[in-house]
């Protein structure tokens, strides 16, 4: 009789629950963190939700959320991430802890579809689990999974998984129809939570032309693998239509400080290079960085290219001997080729833009480590028992560090102070922290301090590329100066931001304020009437022009603003004030104090 299969080991045993466990144990403590960063507009401030259909059919018609005016509207179309935002915030309101759960949830899902599909196509179970348990617990998915922002990348990775198992199990039956359409709708979903899903069919097809465990029937021929592609082609098509309906000329890229061509391509090996590098750099993950751009060739970009081609020099020799090495490598360069700048995008270089790149590095790495267990299997005097107890002790240990690091990262996301204070600790010189750290000592009440980051996010450099934009820190300067009762400075902050982009509304005010912090009330009058005209309902604009009418006498145009700012602010901080002086004028009074 034959022999009966050998048990799986102890590690293997329930795989799936393991990985889902992990993951949970590495991430549990995400889900206390708060709103940080873009949350605070994209969530708290309704940004990216919407609440009721209309407003959610509404949304799907235009950019990625009506960013703020010194910004522009994202160069972005991703109806899935606002939908699943919306239903989020429908059911648990403005509780970061329900969309840090859902974040959380996402992950776990995905790190259960990579093993199951890294099972198919790389034909080893024990493989696929330890490339899966990699992917679960690296703290460079913090970046995607703590942060609540970084939805996007968790939420497109499950629908491109899911797309890829209904492909390969369609090759694999004779009635398709259903698990195709499956597959297409998956992909569809994918790229309606962020472009990057758009390399699947090149992934899909690698897999047909690399891996022997993929369907031969389809990858045999031509006509087969253009068979699998065309609905894909299909869907990709219909997509780019929808997205020039929606974004214009933005579907080519952003606007925002275009960086000209030739400096992004010096600047791309380097870039590629540090991506390739990244999961080995636990020390330099950053959630916002300014990256170094080459405007010429210099000794680090001629490395970074040395290196990239013996990498690809390697992947094409092993391709016939270690299959899954070289789909590992295709993989994590496809899942790259979207963020690399080639077509500019808002954020030049982040973590977690490797999110699903990191799917082929582990797969490319754990297969490279496989392979030389084996060949230490081969040389070595330990029995093949002593040496997989220790291979399978080492990667315990390697996983339970990765996680401890984790556990650790997940920590900076608690609020928005511990999270940029590390930033600038990793990252002194990138500007956008310097912004963030100065927007969250504001919140924190300690103004003098976000003053000191805010000067120094200030200064622009062409040496990087950074998405800091300069007339929002000019305002937020203002702002702070105003705060601390500094006029003078406060009004030089808001010109300086009024001169490069006379369109914003918030300049307009910030002048008008700090005017009349300076007893300059006609000229106060002047800028608030100007961000009257643009907004006739925002209650600091209303209030402040009425105090401006009140002391230079217009005792008729007081009253109404007054009474205008009590009716759209009714429990407003200067409710007490505007009744106030209402009372004394329509007693006659004579205009207020200077």
Request: overall charge positive; proline content about 6%.
């Amino acid at each position: 009789m034959p022999e009966a299969p050998a048990p799986a080991p102890p590690l293997l045993r329930g795989p799936r629950a393991l990985l889902a466990v992990l993951t949970i144990v590495a991430f549990a403590n995400a889900v206390p963190n708060g709103f940080v960063w873009l949350d605070h507009w994209q969530i708290e401030n309704g940004g990216l939700t919407a609440s009721s259909w209309a407003d959610l059919w509404h949304a799907w018609q235009q950019p990625l959320g009506a960013m703020p005016g010194w910004e522009g509207a994202a160069p972005y179309a991703r109806p899935v991430v606002v939908l699943v935002l919306s239903l989020v915030h429908g059911l648990a309101g403005n509780h970061a802890g329900a969309y840090h759960a859902v974040a959380v949830l996402l992950h776990c899902a995905n790190v259960v579809l990579v093993y199951e599909l890294l099972t198919e196509l790389a034909g080893d179970s024990g493989l696929a689990f330890v490339a899966a348990a990699l992917f679960a617990v690296h703290p460079l998915q913090t970046a995607a999974v703590s942060w609540i922002s970084g939805i996007a990348d968790p939420l497109f990775t499950v629908f491109v998984l899911l797309a890829f198992r209904f492909q390969l199990a369609a090759d694999k039956q004779a009635r398709v129809l259903r698990l195709r359409l499956a597959a297409v709708l998956c992909f569809l979903l994918a790229l309606g939570a962020k472009e990057t899903a758009a390399v699947f069919p090149f992934l899909l097809l690698g897999s047909y032309a690399l891996l022997p465990t993929a369907d031969c029937r389809t990858k045999r021929t031509l006509r087969g693998a253009s068979a699998a592609l065309a609905p894909f082609v299909l869907t990709l098509v219909g997509i780019a239509a929808y997205r020039i309906a929606v974004l214009g000329n933005a579907s080519l890229g952003t606007s925002v400080a275009i960086i000209p061509l030739r400096v992004r391509l010096l600047t791309l090996p380097r870039l590629v290079f540090s991506y390739l590098a990244l999961p080995l750099r636990v020390g330099s993950l950053t959630i916002c960085d300014d990256y170094p751009l080459s405007s010429h060739p210099d000794a680090a970009t001629l490395f970074a290219v040395i290196a990239i081609v013996l990498l690809l020099a390697a992947v094409t020799a092993a391709g016939r001997r270690v299959p899954a090495v070289a789909f590992g490598v295709l993989f994590m360069l496809f899942g790259l080729l979207p963020v690399l700048n080639i077509i500019p995008i808002l954020h030049y270089r982040a973590d977690r833009f490797f999110y699903f790149p990191f799917i082929g590095w582990a797969l490319a790495v754990v297969t490279l480590l496989q392979a030389g267990i084996a060949w230490l299997r081969r040389h070595t005097l330990l029995s093949p028992i002593h040496l997989q107890r220790c291979t399978t002790l080492a990667g315990v240990v390697m996983l339970v560090a990765l996680a401890s690091l984790t556990i650790r990262r997940n920590a900076l996301f608690a609020d928005d102070v511990t999270l940029f204070e590390a930033t600038v600790r990793v990252s002194p010189a990138c500007r956008e922290a310097h912004t963030g750290l100065g927007d969250a000592y504001l919140r924190a009440d300690r103004t003098a301090a976000a003053v000191a980051e805010y000067e120094q996010a200030l200064p622009e450099s062409t040496r990087h590329a950074s998405y800091a934009v300069t007339p929002k820190i000019l305002i937020n300067l203002g702002m702070a100066r105003l705060r601390l009762g500094d006029y003078a400075p406060a009004a030089d902050a808001f010109r300086r931001a009024h001169d490069l982009q006379p369109e914003l509304l918030h300049p307009l005010f910030g002048l008008g304020a700090a005017n009349l912090g300076l007893g300059n009330v006609a000229d106060a009058a002047g800028w608030l009437e100007q961000a009257y005209a643009r907004d006739a309902r925002d209650p600091d604009i209303v209030f402040n022009l009425a105090l401006a009418d009140d002391r230079l006498g217009r005792t008729t145009e007081a009253i109404a603003l007054y009474e205008q700012y009590l009716h759209i602010a009714p429990q407003g901080r200067a409710r007490g004030l505007a009744e106030a002086r209402m009372e004394r004028l329509f007693a006659g009074q004579k205009p207020a104090p200077q």
